[in-house]
């Protein structure tokens, strides 16, 4: 809408109504049954608005579509009272569009079956059931209005489901990260509290071998202080002796010796006392880490008691989590079924299609012969008609000559008796040889001669006119009878089998027409991602020509090109239209693939950057497929992994030169005769190979 519309606000747009309308899949079918009109509707702010964009519509030639101004929908009616439910309370929609919908779902209530319908319906209301039957107060009933949107009642009920899963996943990953969590926290609290046990046991061992060792010190010590007043004691006692000069030296001696021993000692000493003062601070040291590790223990002990308290309803929060990831489970399984068992049906109905063809083209030959046969009947029935028409009225003309002529015997015998009766009274004659003499009629009374020889002339030629009665007319009308009963018979064998031959056609256009659209919404969007893929972004769509009859309708192909507006492929130049050619052939490529695929010269009118995105392209499908490429363009060579070119060395005699590269290798160089075609083609004029 922004490229075909490019002066039109992007808030004056609010896009199509399908999209702007929801509901639960309870309400789906009934809704979709009752904006099946306005479905792919354009929703717009304002008036304006709708007459800027139906201006672009036509300057930009983007076909049919149908536009609703917001601003523009009247007050809504109250819902008409009768059974049911409002479709409107059903319904969510953004609140720019509300007054919009209220005015369209205003009239609509949903029931469950046609027989909750009231026995007079108002003028205004609007009842659809659940299936998506509606019946209105004019009068109408419409049956089937939701066939055309199967596709995307399931397709949203997909997406439901899809989200659905994706949230159960979501909070069951949530879960098991939360257990791992946990779990975690609880390993670490335990290593932490080990690892602060076995520390507090070193700190131990250590302060008790530093109060030892500090003992040791204190008791030498001591020994050297009462020694020392030992030796001061024998001085002062050899002081005041002063005897022996010997004695002296020797106790001089001795006081050297002591008081080096001395100074050794107090040396000693300090040395003790520095490392005993040293060892009280390592002690007071480790007994605050002792202290630290008491309160960490303590800290981790109390973790754990809390860890140990939250097991218990964490365990049932995850016995919980897992009966509900179990119940999901069963019914994604169960949504897998159904999707599976709609795959299995769709695939059916896919094989089913070319018996369907066949036993359609059986029945077009088949019909074909019954129609000329019936042309046939009806020429011959025609023909007999005709003449059993002459028939009837040469019969009737004859019975009304013969009832003409009875009655002028009978008149003629009265004559004839009366005459008789006066011959005989009057001329005595035998009625024996009056009744040989043929009996003359007077109409206006006895004639003269004359005009009884005219009279007897005019029945002679009359008799003469009428010539003899064929009495087999009767016999041939009753044949002609039972011919025609019998031609009525095939008629009526001939219209059932037309009407059962137009039931099968229905069914299989039904299934056609479901077909085809779920397919073509399919290669819709693979060919928006093949294009964006080969062109770097832009966007492109497919349209039907005529959404009322999809299977003669034609298809639109509308693109754009990144840094263009949205246009229709025949204004393109050569290289996107080739490039968007390739989209879609790769689009319809992907909903069935096949295991080989042969192109011929499709990258002939494409650039550099265009064919290394086409080359990536095939790429991308090399896991499913093989692909045999006719081609001139080097880039297309140089991607290959077998070359098979074919050169004429001599006039008139070809000959094949192949190569294959290795996965991983370096490929080789190989020198080509001028005329040696690249990548199978058979032109004399093609580059030589890489």
């Not at 792919?40 to 983007?62: C, K, M, P, R, Y």
């Not at 040396?267 to 605050?288: C, D, G, M, R, Y």
Request: glycine residues 4%.
């Amino acid at each position: 809408l922004d490229a075909a519309n490019p002066g039109i606000e992007r808030r004056r747009l609010l896009g199509a109504l399908s999209e702007q309308v929801h509901t639960s899949a309870e309400w789906q079918t009934a809704l979709a049954a009752v904006l099946r009109h306005w479905a792919n509707a354009i929703v717009v702010n304002d008036w304006d608005a709708a007459l800027q964009l139906v201006h672009s519509l036509e300057t930009g030639q983007h076909g049919a579509a149908q536009i609703l101004a917001v601003q523009m929908a009247t007050a809504a009616a109250p819902t008409p009272p009768g059974p049911g439910i409002p479709l409107v309370t059903q319904v969510t929609c953004p609140s720019e569009i509300q007054p919009l919908i209220e005015r369209l779902l205003a009239p609509v209530r949903v029931i469950d079956a046609l027989e909750q319908l009231p026995a007079s319906l108002p003028p205004q209301a609007i009842f659809v059931t659940r299936a998506g039957t509606i019946a209105s107060g004019a009068g109408l009933l419409e049956y089937g209005c939701a066939a055309n949107l199967p596709a995307e009642a399931r397709q949203r009920l997909l997406t439901e489901l899809q989200a659905n899963i994706r949230r159960l996943q979501t909070v069951l990953q949530d879960l098991d990260a939360q257990l791992n969590t946990q779990t975690a926290q609880l390993t670490s609290a335990n290593q932490a509290l080990q690892q602060a046990q076995g520390n507090l046991e070193t700190k131990r061992q250590a302060l008790a071998r530093q109060e030892g060792e500090c003992q040791v010190v204190t008791k030498e010590t001591n020994q050297y202080r009462e020694r020392l007043e030992t030796v001061r004691w024998e001085s002062q006692e050899l002081a005041k002796q002063g005897d022996a000069l010997e004695m002296r030296s020797a106790m001089l001696a001795e006081m050297d010796r002591i008081r080096a021993r001395r100074i050794e000692i107090k040396t000693s000493v300090e040395t003790h006392n520095h490392e005993l003062h040293k060892s009280e601070q390592e002690h007071k040291h480790l007994l605050a880490e002792v202290l630290q590790a008491n309160v960490r223990l303590e800290k981790q002990k109390q973790g754990q008691e809390h860890l140990l308290s939250q097991h218990t309803p964490l365990a049932e929060r995850i016995a919980e989590q897992e009966s509900r990831i179990e119940e999901c489970a069963q019914r994604i399984q169960g949504y897998q079924a159904e999707i599976e068992t709609l795959t299995a049906a769709m695939t059916h109905a896919r094989q089913q299609i070319p018996a369907g063809e066949e036993e359609i083209r059986r029945i077009n030959n088949r019909l074909t012969e019954i129609r000329q046969r019936h042309a046939t009947a009806e020429n011959d029935w025609k023909a007999v008609e005709e003449k059993l028409k002459g028939l009837r009225e040469a019969l009737e003309e004859h019975r009304n000559q013969r009832q003409e002529i009875n009655g002028n015997c009978i008149a003629l015998r009265l004559k004839h008796q009366n005459l008789s009766e006066r011959l005989s009274a009057e001329y005595h004659l035998a009625s024996d040889a009056i009744a040989q003499e043929p009996e003359p009629s007077w109409p206006e009374g006895q004639p003269d001669a004359e005009t009884l020889d005219n009279t007897i002339a005019e029945m002679r030629a009359k008799i003469e006119a009428i010539g003899p009665v064929y009495e087999g007319a009767i016999e041939e009308y009753e044949q002609l009878q039972e011919r025609f009963a019998f031609l009525n018979q095939q008629q009526d064998d001939l219209v059932k089998a037309k009407h059962q031959l137009l039931e099968v056609i229905r069914r299989i256009n039904q299934t056609t027409t479901e077909l085809f659209a779920h397919t073509f919404e399919t290669i819709n969007a693979n060919f928006q991602t093949t294009f964006k893929q080969l062109f770097g972004g832009g966007s492109a769509k497919l349209m039907l020509a005529d959404d009322e009859d999809i299977l003669e309708s034609g298809i639109e192909i509308i693109a754009r090109p990144p840094g263009k507006r949205l246009q229709s492929i025949s204004l393109l130049s050569g290289g996107e239209r080739t490039l968007t050619a390739v989209a879609l052939l790769f689009a319809i490529y992907m909903v069935k693939p096949s295991p080989f695929c042969m192109l011929d010269e499709l990258d002939a009118a494409l650039d550099e950057p265009n064919n290394r995105r086409f080359i990536k392209m095939l790429e991308g499908f090399l896991a499913q497929s093989q692909f045999i490429a006719i081609t001139h363009n080097q880039q297309t060579i140089a991607a290959a992994n077998t070359i098979y070119g074919v050169t004429m060395e001599e006039t008139g005699i070809s000959k094949i030169v192949s190569m294959k590269f290795c996965q991983g290798a370096t490929r080789p160089q190989m020198e080509a005769p001028e005329t040696e075609a690249a990548a199978v083609s058979q032109h004399e004029d093609a580059p030589p190979a890489p």
